[in-house]
């Protein structure tokens, strides 16, 4: 049965990735696409037809957390979009991770100095890795967007980690799997 590995970049600018891999476990097909949004909102039915139209999957959700200085408004809307998320995977009985950035980043060999930008590292490699991907937010945008790149990164992360044999990482959201 083909599997499929979806990371997730929750923030409104964020994005999402669908590795689809075939039995023979080679990568089939790579999807990525920009977070589902009406205007400022989240698009919710977006998000749910999304989770509920993955078949075989394992998800990969980077967690967030706020800055300092960072407004009362700001770390709400971060937190939101984390739980809608978490919550689009937990109702369609997703087996899910939330990771922090830094255990993905590791994975790539990316860090942050003040000579190295994360951002521009995640392009870097998720252009070296999927080279056919097109990262851009648009077809009019020239440059390519990290938060796809991250996404790519994500569900490349997931993949691996799977493969890996390592399946503590994900939880069963339901003692059987996936609804029928």
Known sequence: ??????GIDPGKKGAI???????NGEVSLVEVANAPMIGKEYDL??????FHELQ???????KQQTMPKQGAVSAYTIGRGEALWEMGAAANFIPYAMVRPKE????FGIS?????????QSIVIAQRLFPKVDLRVSERARNPSSDKADAILIAEYARRTYLSANPKKFKRTREFGRRK
């Open 1 to 6: 049965m083909s599997s499929c590995f979806v």
């Open 17 to 23: 990735c669908k590795i689809s891999v075939n039995v």
């Open 45 to 50: 039915q977006k998000m749910a037809r999304f």
């Open 56 to 62: 075989n999957p394992y998800c990969v959700i980077e």
């Open 104 to 107: 993905w980043q590791k994975v």
């Open 112 to 120: 942050s100095t003040k000579k190295n930008d994360t951002k521009s």
